[in-house]
């Protein structure tokens, strides 16, 4: 079990801070093997190329953190999803997926 707490502190994901001037934070937390990446699936798109999605590496502990304090979160990839479905920030039946890489974005009710 020790192990496992230990790795999880470890692994780290992409994480971008957009604040809004409304002083409403847009949280991106995408798969560190995702960014810069495209993937079409019929007539969708998830183009993960833009400076929108590069960021910083965060742990998951700082992640989870960040997620808690945003009003708005985008999260791309199977790691950044399950991490905030543990966290019980999004249910699983919000998650979407264009050639099986799944994403979903969450809209808090605090301003």
Not at 35 to 55: A, C, H, M, P, W
Not at 61 to 86: Q, T, Y
Request: proline letters at 1%; aromatic letters at 4%; one cysteine or more.
């Amino acid at each position: 079990m020790e192990q496992k707490t230990q790795s999880n502190l470890k692994y780290k994901m992409i994480v971008k801070i957009h604040k809004k001037e409304s002083k409403r934070m847009l949280l991106v937390v995408c798969d560190s093997e995702l960014v810069g990446k495209k993937f079409e699936e019929n007539n969708k798109q998830l183009d993960l190329t833009s400076d929108f999605y590069k960021g910083e590496e965060k742990t998951n502990l700082e992640i989870c953190d960040i997620m808690r304090n945003s009003n708005m979160i985008n999260l791309v990839g199977e790691k950044a999803v399950n991490l905030a479905i543990k966290e019980g920030i999004i249910d699983s039946d919000h998650v979407k997926k264009i050639s099986n890489i799944p994403y979903a974005q969450v809209i808090t009710q605090e301003s």
